[in-house]
């Protein structure tokens, strides 16, 4: 049986600081992340952000580049994960529909089936302490892509290890191996 003191607490307190937690910190997350796609000469990097229900979802902005610029790669990357630090809300029906149309048009494809058919693809993600770096690959284009899991490669949250997180998801994307 709960105290008089440990009742206001759990039923009054601690719902008010949460409250309070989620207000204050709404809108921004803590993790950040961005999806490049390598197809045509090109290299694509797509802004992911976190949803209110915890999914990732690609949005804008898309930055487009030619595949051999490696100090514009560098910048964009960062750009986009620093851009991706929000929390965005879930898209209804219509929404997810009109978002997903205007990712393919600045992706220059018809359908994420040719997209995944063409395109090599690398994500990477950073959360609390790590940064992660995800090479995905295409085993049935209609089912979309699939990490890579042995190719998954963890990096310390520094410059450091964001440098180096950068040049392996570069690394990645050249692999001829996939």
Do not use: W
């Amino acid at each position: 049986m709960l105290s008089l003191r440990n009742f206001i607490d759990v039923y009054f307190f601690r719902p008010l600081k949460n409250f309070f937690s989620r207000l204050l910190r709404k809108g921004s997350s803590s993790t950040k992340s961005c999806t490049v796609y390598r197809k045509d000469g090109n290299l694509y990097v797509v802004t992911t952000f976190k949803t209110d229900t915890g999914l990732l979802l690609e949005n804008l902005p898309i930055y487009r580049l030619q595949e051999d610029d490696a100090v514009l790669f560098d910048k964009l990357i960062r750009e986009s994960l620093e851009i991706s630090n929000r929390i965005v809300r879930v898209p209804n029906r219509e929404e997810t529909a009109a978002t997903q149309k205007l990712l393919l048009k600045n992706l220059q494809e018809r359908s994420f089936k040719s997209l995944y058919t063409k395109a090599k693809a690398c994500g990477i993600f950073i959360a609390k302490t790590e940064i992660t770096v995800y090479p995905y690959i295409t085993d049935n284009p209609k089912r979309g892509m699939r990490e890579i899991a042995d190719r998954r490669a963890r990096f310390e949250e520094d410059e450091n290890g964001l440098n180096l997180a950068i040049a392996y998801l570069r690394e990645c994307l050249f692999d001829h191996r996939d």
